[in-house]
């Protein structure tokens, strides 16, 4: 099992970057795939990004890429999602989520954080 807690929103202006950290308690982050996902008032949540056991393979939505780059630290069982070039519509709660394979479905992840504001302003 493991423990999620994400940190690093907050409110920023357009054009502006934020990078969220979410750290995992456990030996075992190393076994798992991590994935981040957004979710903005009355909307379902969505996938943003997600990376491999050992980070060698990366997935994002159509969304951010090119904006958003997804990373992780097994050393310091943490997962990082730098986010660059902020838009209105990125505005949400953002969490980051295990499971043991790599996927882009929520529902396929078992472990979830709290989450984290995110508030972009235009």
């Known amino acids: 099992q493991v423990q999620l807690v994400e940190s690093g929103g907050g409110l920023v202006q357009a054009g502006g970057s934020l990078r969220l950290s979410c750290a995992a308690s456990?030996?075992?982050?190393?076994?798992?795939?991590m994935g981040w996902f957004r979710q903005a008032p009355g909307k379902e949540r969505e996938f943003v990004a997600a990376?491999?056991?050992?980070?060698?393979?990366?997935y994002y939505a159509g969304s951010v890429k090119g904006r958003f780059t997804i990373s992780r630290d097994n050393a310091k069982n943490t997962v990082y999602l730098q986010m660059n070039s902020l838009k209105p519509e990125d505005t949400a709660v953002y969490y980051c989520?295990?499971?043991?394979?790599?996927?882009?479905?929520?529902?396929?992840?078992?472990?979830w954080g709290q989450g984290t504001q995110v508030t972009v302003s235009s």
């Open positions: 990376l491999s056991r050992s980070g060698g393979s990366l």
């Open positions: 989520a295990a499971d043991f394979s790599v996927t882009t479905d929520p529902n396929d992840y078992d472990y």
């Open positions: 456990g030996r075992t982050f190393s076994s798992y795939a």
